[in-house]
């Protein structure tokens, strides 16, 4: 009884912490400068809404929300390692709300230290077993690691307390396809979509379920939505171009191609489709200059079947190629 009594102290000092020993002067600083913050931020301007929430954490630095308002907009400027720090110290001061929690686990997963973020949501959820954000975290870090069965469980639980939730049915798509459960991807892709048609992960995990089960044109109308939205998506641009190549389309198929290495001109594969959609159509000398420029950035060929079989399959072609040389007239 003593240490539930000393707990609920503790929470309540943490609740009254934001304005607790402030004048009157400047808890009215305070609120107005956390309004301002919060409208920049929601207009995007997150390095003056930074500024606000300093201010703020000047007047009271155990104001356990403006950390956590600083935090997200570090988050929203990618600065993920500040961002946790930010969380952090609201966590100090708020050690039992799931938000915080939630939050650190996001950006745990974020920076790839899955068993941290594995941490924090556990937290949460012995906090509140219906926190379906400290699921959805617990999954996606599951997903991480590649434990798509034990992630699917997690994101299937989230899902019975917040069907609606774009992102769950995303990541659950994302873990079928791991899973090499291509049907069932589609639909779980299609469910996002009714909700947020223009979620772009949503779009990009549909066009690969429907690739690995060899429906290219379906593959491609995916595809097509996501460069609607994103034109300049490198991967997109190659895999609807592997799509093309699929079912003969070759000059749709170079003209990805070109477009990615317009882009990106490291990304090999890239490089790799467009020879090779060249060679198909007898186009000798771009063909061989694709394959040399793939070669070049292949290397030696590495530890995988894939890249053994495209290094190799290249090499031939371009002997087989320059063999068909037309020898200078005398």
């Known amino acids: 009884m003593r240490n539930l009594l000393k707990d609920g102290l503790n929470d309540l000092k943490n609740k009254l912490s934001p304005a607790g020993g402030l004048s009157a002067e400047s808890r009215a600083k305070t609120e107005q400068l956390t309004v301002r913050g919060t409208s920049l931020q929601n207009l995007g301007r997150d390095e003056e809404a930074i500024a606000c929430f300093d201010d703020v954490l000047k007047l009271n630095p155990r104001n356990a929300e403006a950390w956590k308002s600083k935090g997200d907009s570090l988050h929203n400027l990618g600065r993920n390692k500040e961002v946790l720090a930010c969380y952090e110290e609201a966590l100090k001061i708020d ?24 941490a924090s949501s556990d937290q949460a959820i012995r ?19 590649n434990s798509n069965e034990e992630a699917l469980s997690y994101f299937d639980q989230a899902l019975e307390i917040d069907g609606g939730n774009v992102v769950l049915w995303a990541n659950k798509a994302n873990s079928l396809r791991a899973l090499g459960r291509y049907k069932e991807s589609v639909e779980c892709c299609k469910g996002a979509l009714e909700l947020d048609s223009s979620h772009l992960r949503a779009w990009i ?8 089960l060899e429906l290219y044109q379906d593959a491609i109308a995916c595809f097509e939505e996501v460069l ?10 190659y895999w609807k171009g592997a799509s093309h190549g699929n079912i003969a389309q070759y000059v749709e198929a170079i003209a990805c191609f070109d477009k990615v290495v317009t882009l990106d001109a490291t990304m090999k594969d890239a490089w790799y489709g467009k020879a090779m959609s060249h060679d198909e159509l007898c186009q000798r000398e771009e063909a061989i200059s694709a394959y040399r420029r793939f070669l070049a950035l292949a290397g030696p060929a590495q530890n995988t079947t ?19 040389e037309t020898p200078p007239a005398e």
């Open 95 to 118: 050690p039992r709300n799931t938000v915080y929690l939630d939050s650190k686990s996001a950006v745990l997963g974020l920076m790839g230290c899955s068993e941290e973020s594995i």
């Open 228 to 237: 609607r939205l994103d034109s300049r998506n490198t991967s997109v641009l």
């Open 205 to 212: 995990t549909e066009g690969l379920s429907l690739y690995d």
């Open 306 to 324: 894939q890249n053994t079989t495209e290094t190799e399959h290249a090499n031939e072609r371009l002997r087989e190629l320059s063999r068909q």
């Open 127 to 145: 906090l509140d077993s219906h926190d379906s954000n400290a699921l959805c975290n617990k999954g996606a870090a599951l997903a991480a690691r």
